[in-house]
């Protein structure tokens, strides 16, 4: 990428929200990348919202709130500080604070809290758990099968055949999840997997067909869906390389109608919220389907328990709607109509060298002067300016009238960031054009 002049690192998201302020609220959002980043962002938009935190935050975060140091997963002193500052509202991103707890804490303490306990983010920390609820409620989804030992899970794969599958138990960041296309690749994965303390693996049949994701605002039974969204997981262009925590994403997504969106909610969507309160782990929060348009219809790929990054950074640019009132109205059980603009947001992860295996931290990064939103994902500031700190760098997105000048636009704004640790894709969206 050729370098720009030193710029300002603003986020430019306009957002025309029409909620009614009902009162004060302190709010606080937990977690330190681009989704959380685009969550700051849409809160601090409510007029409900009159202070903001952001723990721990990034840089491009601190522009919209107060950073408060302090660790996400730190379940202890972040409910600390949730009850001292008498905050009003806790939204969590990341799936690591939920697994460890964060929003049965906070709720304990009396904090009104958007995120899953412990025991309903299994959807997420379990992919066993999320299978074997799947097909108790006929939720449709690839067939399976989940291994404790690595000769059991050779044996199978052996047996099956490629392409599959491999897919390592609990939280892996996006990651560790591989799609064998030969059978040398996934013994490798297997081992890979087991060679790691408590490994376990659930093994699936290899589906075909356009993925998409659909993220809802659940609480128990009442599930409201958001716009649509296409990740791209796979690091190089033309999808392919190792799967990564996402290279970009745009929305909404053309090719799943309102019939096929229907369909999503009556057959996955709705069942899987239901499902939870049966087994009494009921669901609050962000519910994420990531979903397979299949010659044999709706398949699930997987569920998780927040809002996905980078779909976070272009569905919620383009609501219209006050995201505090939608927020507060599915917790008080009301149904919600949300109001969206019809563009379509599209963005670009600026990922660092050697990502997904390893990332390229401290180099230096140069922003021009950009249109387009800058979310951040993994940067420091320094006294020498904004650096590099994590795999997934910054997100760049635009809002244009169709995809195609959206596509264009994002990449032209792409091309003013100078870093020479960094790199793209620069097929983002293609799959979903005319």
């Not at 609220?25 to 809160?43: C, D, N, S, T, Y």
């Not at 919209?64 to 991103?93: N, R």
């Not at 404790?148 to 199978?156: L, S, Y």
């Not at 609501?319 to 109001?339: H, R």
Request: glycine share 12%; with cysteine.
């Amino acid at each position: 990428m050729r370098k720009g002049p030193v710029g300002k690192v603003t986020n430019h998201v306009t957002m025309n929200h029409i909620g009614r302020k009902e009162a004060d609220m302190k709010i606080l959002v937990i977690g330190r990348g681009g989704r959380e980043h685009a969550l700051a962002a849409a809160l601090a938009a409510s007029e409900q919202c009159t202070q903001l935190f952001c723990a721990p935050g990034n840089p491009g975060m601190a522009r919209l709130g107060t950073i408060v140091p302090v660790g996400d997963s730190d379940v202890e002193a972040m409910t600390a500080f949730a009850v001292q500052e008498g905050i009003g509202l806790a939204v969590i991103g990341p799936e690591s604070a939920l697994a460890a707890g964060m929003a049965d804490a906070l709720t304990e303490a009396g904090i009104r809290v958007f995120g899953p306990t412990q025991a309903a983010a299994q959807v997420e920390s379990s992919k066993d758990f999320a299978k074997r609820i799947m097909e108790k409620y006929h939720i449709p989804t690839a067939a399976y099968r989940t291994f404790d030992t690595v000769e059991a899970a050779r044996a199978w794969v052996k047996e099956q055949g490629a392409p599959i599958v491999i897919k390592e138990d609990g939280l892996k960041a996006g990651k560790g999840v591989t799609v064998a296309m030969d059978l040398d690749t996934a013994l490798e994965a297997l081992d890979a997997a087991f060679a790691q303390e408590g490994g376990r693996v659930v093994i699936e049949e290899y589906l075909e067909g356009f993925e998409y994701s659909l993220i809802a605002l659940v609480h128990e039974g009442l599930v409201v869906p958001l716009e649509t969204a296409q990740d791209h997981k796979r690091v190089g262009d033309g999808d392919t390389g190792p799967n990564t925590g996402g290279m970009g994403s745009y929305s909404p997504v053309r090719r799943i109608t309102p019939e096929i969106l229907e369909e999503t909610m009556k057959t996955v969507m709705e069942p899987m919220a239901q499902a939870l309160v049966q087994e009494g782990v009921p669901f609050t929060g962000f519910l994420y389907g990531g979903l397979m348009l299949t010659k044999d219809g709706i398949k699930v790929i997987e569920f998780n328990a927040r809002f996905g990054d980078p779909e976070a950074e272009v569905i919620l640019p383009r609501l219209k709607s006050d995201f505090v009132d939608a927020i507060l109205s599915v917790m008080d059980g009301q149904p919600v109509q949300l109001q969206w603009t019809p563009k379509t947001c599209h963005g670009v992860v600026l990922a660092s060298e050697g990502y997904p295996a390893g990332s390229t931290k401290g180099a230096l990064i140069e922003i021009g002067d950009t249109d387009a939103s800058i979310f951040h994902m993994g940067t420091r500031s320094t006294d020498q300016g904004l650096k590099t700190d994590g795999g997934r760098v910054l997100m760049v997105v635009t809002l244009e009238d169709t995809l195609e000048q959206a596509f264009e636009h994002t990449y032209r704004e792409a091309e003013k960031i100078g870093c020479d640790k960094l790199f793209y894709r620069t097929d983002i969206g293609r799959k979903d054009m005319a």
